[in-house]
Structure formats: C-alpha cells, structure tokens
C-alpha cells in the first residue's frame, strides 16, 4: 500500500497524545503538536528529556507505546519495520526525511565524498557527473569541499557534523531532522548553519526539526518553538508567541537558572 | 537462552527474505569477499599443509606394518577432502571472517550507522548482513579448494620424496579412491559452515551492546560460537553420511 496522497496544507508532522517508556521511565508522556510544512521548528529542553527519542519515533526507529505519529498524514507508529508489507510504507516515509544525527553517523569506510554520495546514488536516478556536482555543492555550502577525499577518522568533530548535515540535506528531503546541530561547532561556523537552514528554507521550502540546546540558535532559526521538560511538552507554538508568552521552564531555560519547574535528576 | 534462539530464528527469516528479493548489493558482497580471501587464505593455507604433512607422516608408519604403504593416498585424500580441509577451512573462516565482519557491524550499530541506514531507507540486514552471508557461503568452499590441493601437495611430498611411496600408486590410489561425491560433501560442508559463521557474526553484530567493549565481545562470542558450531556439525554431517553409506 503506498502512503496517501496529501493536499498541500496537510501538516508535516503531527504527534497525538504520543507516550514512551523505557521501563519504568517515562521519557514522553503524552505528547501533542503540529508542525506545519515548509517551518522550521526548534525543540529545546534539558538533556535526557526525550528530544532524540522524539525525533527517533518520527521516522519509526522507535515506535511509541500510544498515540499517533503522523508524517505527512501517514501514521508511522503503526508501522512495524519487521513486517516486510509495512516496511515499504516506512521507507517510502524515510525517504522524505534526511536526518543529521547527533554524532554525525557517517559511514566510516567510506570518504567524505561517498558519504553524501550515498542517498543519491540509493534514491535518485543522477548520473555520476550530476552527483558529483551536487555532492560538491553541499560540500561547498557547509564549508568542507576540500576534505571530500578525506574519511571521517580524518575529520574533526566540527567537521563531521558538516560533512552528516551534507548528507541530511543531499537529495533535498522534505524534512530534515537535525539533533543538536550546532553541539562541537565553534560560534561563527554554528552561526553558517543557522544562516544555511535559513537559505534551505527559503530556496527549497524543506521543513526543518531541530533538536537544540543553543537559545542563540532557537532565536535565530525557529519559526516554531517546542519545550519539552520531564517528558512533557510544557509550550508550543508559533515562536512569536511562545516568547511572548514567556512559560517558566522556557524562562529558565534562557536564563539558565538553576532553580525552576526544570529539575535535575 | 530461548530468547536467543528465537531471536536468530527470526533473524535468518530476514536474512533468507532479503537474500532473495530486490534490491541486490553485489558491490558489497564481491568486496567482503576480496577481503576475505586477502585475510584467509594464507592462514588457511598455513594450517592445512602441515595437516596433509602430519597425515603422511603418521600413516607411512601404520601403513608399512602391513605392507599397505601405497594405499596411503586413499587415506589422505579422503582426510583431507572430506574433513581436515573443511574443518580448518571454515575455523579460519570463523577467526579471520567472522569476528571481522561482526565487529564491523557492532561499529556500525554502536556509532548510529545502523540507524543512519535506516532513515535512508536501506534495510540494514540487506545492506550489511547479506552481503557478509553470501560472501562467508561463497569463499568458504573457495578456500577448501586451495586447501584441498595444499593438504594433499605437502601429504604427497612426505610420502612420495621423502617417504618412499611410489608416485604413480601415490596417484592410482588417490584417484581410485576419492570420487565427486567427496568433492562434493566437503565443499558443501563448507558452504554450511560459511553460511553459520556469516549468520551469527550478523546476529551478533547488529545485536551488540553500547559500547565498544561490546563490540569485541561479539567478535569473541562469533569466534568461539562458531567454532564450537562447526566442530559438532561436522562430526554429526559425517556420521550422518557414512551412515547413509555417502
């Protein structure tokens, strides 16, 4: 069955009433948002919080013990990657996403080239010419297109980060998922990421999810803010408004208090 | 321990499933091969030689107490094809192969590579394990091959140069006595032992704890599982088989 088709106005991304445990630890606990297509949202919250988890249910690499996770109207909590008629469903969700992980995640046998290579010569029909182009591109625009030949053994941490969001971004995914993107980045290049997620989102209209620790970057970036605390989503919403509306973990969060509805376990 | 078996169960189902359908890595499969016959097949080599030699060495001295001497290469061929070559062929396999390839694929799972096949919508098992699988079932009977000649070559060399025995009943009786049907059992025994070892390397592997202590335990794990496999299937294949008279 392939997913539905979708109008345009139907939200990226939609979390009903979503719960995750791992053992007798909540991470989330009934979680429920929207993300409209073509925003960027930023997620905040203190470590161990349920952020990855969070984007990890998105795109079915952990399924949610309830609720529902739609991805483009289609619910990819029901989907089970061991069944081989929902895989199909599922990976024809994933190849919506790109996702840089918060490790980066390359493939360490293979250069940086082949690295971002990778989803374009899996997912696209590009002639080599064509991709090494493109490869270069995205290379250029995250300021690694001298260390193609390089592997990632070779690289700083900086650098890895780059070379992965490279990959997120290579075949030009509706959605892409960042997890602390701008953790191990140095202030100025943490600032061209920001500036290249912004011209992404301008040029191509990809929807953006950052997981982030970085007030200066949810400040810069976000046209949706989210804040998860305790396993809960204390505020949401457009980020005008949640700023405005100043909820008090938001408010400790910023101004980095130590004493707030934030506990540290 | 019944959590294991079926989750290995349920693993091979996967594996089998992905090993027949679209789509295909042939690239990755014909590289871990390349690998693995670099890795293996001078310790391979360096094992069942003096296997052919001790074999020659032993039997000249039984075998002349009853004049018998010529029939020596019966028994060396037969040695080595059907057991000695399998055995340390796929043990080799299991060292070199096996613990390389499951620690490759616990790096993998450890560093979030795993994942990141996932998202990109690769099946993990398909990309990484399969191509492992096909190359342990392919280049396991390869080396038995080299083996085979190896085993019999040094076998030869201390029963005919140096042992006395007549070349040309060296060569009658090997010839006589070793038929395609123990061509055939050895490579098979092979391919069953390669297919074992590059299954439980890819279930050990994507199956890895946290860290990278985890990893090098299921390399251990792969290298001792595997071989303790192979012995006790090879023991139980060959009585199974003389016992169907084969």
């Known amino acids: 069955m392939s997913a539905p088709k979708q109008r345009d106005d139907t939200p990226a991304v939609v979390l009903e009433n979503v719960s995750k445990s791992f053992g007798s630890h909540t991470v989330l606990d009934g979680v429920n948002l929207t993300i409209p297509r073509g925003t960027i949202c930023v997620m905040l919250g203190p470590s161990g919080t349920g952020k990855s988890v969070l984007l990890r249910c998105l795109v079915g690499l952990l399924r949610p013990d309830t609720g529902r996770v739609l991805v483009f109207g289609e619910n990819v909590a029901e989907l089970d990657e061991k069944r081989a008629r929902d895989r199909d469903r599922l990976f024809a969700v994933r190849r919506r996403f790109g996702m840089l992980f918060q490790d980066g995640a390359l493939f360490d046998d293979m250069s940086v080239f082949d690295n971002v290579a990778f989803p374009m010569r899996l997912h696209t029909k590009m002639r080599e010419d064509e991709i090494r182009e493109k490869v270069r591109d995205r290379l250029a625009r995250v300021g690694v297109a001298h260390a193609e030949d390089k592997f990632p053994s070779e690289l700083s941490g900086g650098m890895r980060k780059r070379v992965a969001f490279a990959r997120a971004i290579a075949i030009d995914p509706d959605i892409v998922l960042c997890d602390e993107p701008s953790s191990g980045l140095d202030p100025v290049m943490s600032a061209t990421l920001d500036e290249l997620i912004l011209e992404l989102h301008r040029t191509l209209g990809m929807t953006f999810i950052i997981i982030s620790h970085d007030t200066a970057e949810a400040r810069m970036v976000a046209q949706y803010i989210g804040m998860l605390a305790n396993g809960k989503l204390v505020t949401f919403g457009p980020a005008d408004q949640v700023f405005a509306e100043n909820h008090p973990a938001l408010e400790q969060f910023f101004t980095r208090q130590t004493v707030g509805p934030i506990k540290v376990v | ?246």
């Open chain 2, 1 to 246: 321990m019944l959590q294991t078996i079926g989750g290995l169960v349920v693993f091979m189902a996967q594996v089998a499933r992905a090993t027949f359908s679209r789509p295909f890595y042939l690239r990755q499969t014909l590289d871990i091969m390349a690998i693995l016959v670099q890795r293996c097949i001078v310790p391979v080599g360096l094992a069942v030689a003096p296997v052919g030699a001790v074999i020659s060495l032993q039997g000249i001295a039984v075998f002349k107490l009853f004049g018998a001497e010529r029939m020596l290469s019966a028994f060396l061929g037969t040695a080595i094809i059907r057991e000695y070559s399998p055995a340390l062929a796929s043990v080799m396999v299991a060292a070199q192969a096996g613990s390389s390839i499951a620690a490759r694929i616990g790096t993998m799972k450890v560093r979030g590579q795993i994942d990141a096949l996932a998202v990109m919508s690769v099946d993990p098992v398909r990309y990484v394990v399969v191509p492992g699988v096909l190359a342990c079932v392919l280049v396991t009977p390869l080396l038995s091959v080299v083996t085979n000649l190896l085993g019999i070559l040094s076998g030869w060399i201390f029963a005919v140069p140096l042992g006395g025995v007549d070349h040309g009943a060296f060569m009658d009786n090997l010839t006589a006595q070793i038929t395609p049907m123990d061509l055939w059992v050895g490579l098979g025994k092979c391919a069953v032992f390669g297919l074992g070892v590059g299954m439980i390397a890819g279930y050990l592997g994507l199956n890895v704890g946290r860290g990278a202590a985890d990893v090098g335990k299921a390399a251990n794990d792969t290298v001792v599982s595997t071989i303790v496999l192979i012995l006790f299937t090879d023991y139980v294949v060959s009585m199974a088989l003389l016992g169907a008279g084969l």
